[in-house]
């Protein structure tokens, strides 16, 4: 992924519509070289389309809210209304959504049980952050999933949006750090950068729901980069980091 098509892809993702032509002029690029990525790039051929006046449209957009980000999610919401409805009503609300976007639902090995995890870590780091930032307007996704071809798929378990920062976190049911998990958490990382555009900031995290009071970086391999691994009880820990919070 070069500057040119991410710009492109932010370009059309930020419009309610826009000509190649126009995008040409913000991005200074000839028409053969805007057609090229218009028509070569995956992120445009497969999550933008033009419409019958010529104009390129985003499925999902890169302004808050991020309309069409519902369409390949689980469950997607304000953190208001996720807040307002009942676990049951947000477990078949998850549910119904997960079967609408193609998500395996076989429960055989407690995928359910990981759901209401999940759940119930949401709902406990809501509360600890009440007292310290306004977050009703935030968006959350539980179970983001875009399979378009086979060089896009970006999976998260879930998505918190704040102004500024992208909260991708993936929950293991586990008491311990696993290699495997960590790199798993931080492997999206990148896919999202360019979904969201460059006014947001992706913060990758790993959340084991087993562990208590766990919160530590942990170095990502062949890469100098941390990845915040913490335990249910500490989530609140990744966004008080990053959050511009101001404490009583």
Known sequence: MNGNERRIYEIICS??????KDIGKKTGLPRN????YLYG????KELCYQDSEYKWHGMISQNMP???LENFSGYYGLVSDFLSITKDEWFERLKQGCKDIGRNLNDTRGLFHSFLDCYDTMIALFDDLKEYVEYDSWEIVFELRIKKSRCLRIYADVLVIAPSYVFSLEFKMKDAIEGDDVAQAAKYNEYLEV???SKYEIISGLVL???????KYIPMENSSAELPVCSGDMLFNIFIEYLPIVFP
């Open 15 to 20: 419009h309610n519509g826009i000509k190649a």
């Open 33 to 36: 070289v805007i057609n090229r």
């Open 41 to 44: 790039f995956p992120y445009i």
């Open 66 to 68: 991020h309309k069409g």
């Open 195 to 197: 979904l969201f555009g």
């Open 209 to 215: 729901t087993g562990a208590t009071d766990l919160y």
